[in-house]
């Protein structure tokens, strides 16, 4: 491990718009991505192979595919890779709002992570994370932990939970005094810990990964 989460906090740090990566430790990257082409809302999909893509390259195929499909896509794409025992998939294009709760991809004893920050929503939606083992929702919470948005501590499995919170609190969290993005990436250092995670920060902003589209099954 090296890269960390934590430079997920930085402005667009993926793509404009946010980010949206999801983690699996028990699955492969293909695995991955064909469970989480079943966790489309109200849209079952499959992931179909899309080549090797940087995250640009894969915005531009996703642009022609639905210029040419007059809307019949999803208009979603996953760049994947692995890290550790954990594969992961980054998604591009239309990905908010357009998946299903996690719990699902976590079946059959697999841990599963989300982070997930809608960066240009005017609302603004506070960046998020969720963690699920075996089908149940372990721990849960908005990354800003602030109240507006209804944070009253961390939501899931009461032990796991209280880990979590034990960890936030020790790292000084929440704090209404620090700059939003500050507690982002400070509660972002508190899950890497917690989970092990990391992502490779060169290859997911600058390389190529291999990638798929999901389109409707």
Same mark, same amino acid.
Request: avoid cysteine.
């Given at each position: 491990m090296t890269d960390g989460t934590t430079w997920l906090a930085a402005p667009r740090s993926i793509a404009f718009g946010g +980010?949206? @990566?999801v983690l699996a430790r028990g !699955?492969? /990257?293909e695995e991955l991505a064909d469970r989480l082409a079943e966790n489309v809302d109200d849209m079952p999909c499959m992931a179909v192979a899309a080549g090797e893509h940087t995250g640009d390259s894969l915005e531009e195929l996703l642009d022609e595919v639905l210029n040419d499909t007059f809307g019949d896509r999803t208009g979603i794409g996953l760049r994947l890779g692995g890290t550790g025992d954990w594969a992961y998939a980054v998604a591009y294009g239309a990905w908010q709002g357009e998946f299903g709760s996690l719990e699902p991809v976590s079946r059959g004893d697999v841990h599963a992570c989300l982070l997930e920050y809608e960066e240009e929503n005017g609302k603004p939606v506070p960046p998020r994370f969720e +963690?699920?083992?075996d089908g149940r929702l372990l721990g849960a919470f908005n990354l800003h932990l602030d109240a507006?948005?209804?944070y009253e501590g961390v939501t899931g499995d009461p032990a796991t939970a209280t880990? !979590?919170?034990d960890l936030l609190t020790a790292a000084g969290l929440p704090d209404s005094e620090l700059d939003?993005?500050?507690v982002h990436r400070t509660a972002l250092g508190v899950i890497e810990r917690f989970l092990s995670l990391s992502l490779p920060k060169s290859q997911i @902003?600058?390389?190529t990964? /291999?990638?798929v589209i999901l389109e409707p099954a």
């Open positions: +980010y949206h @990566v !699955l492969t /990257p +963690y699920a083992h507006t948005w209804g880990r !979590l919170q939003h993005r500050e @902003v600058d390389g990964l /291999p990638a």
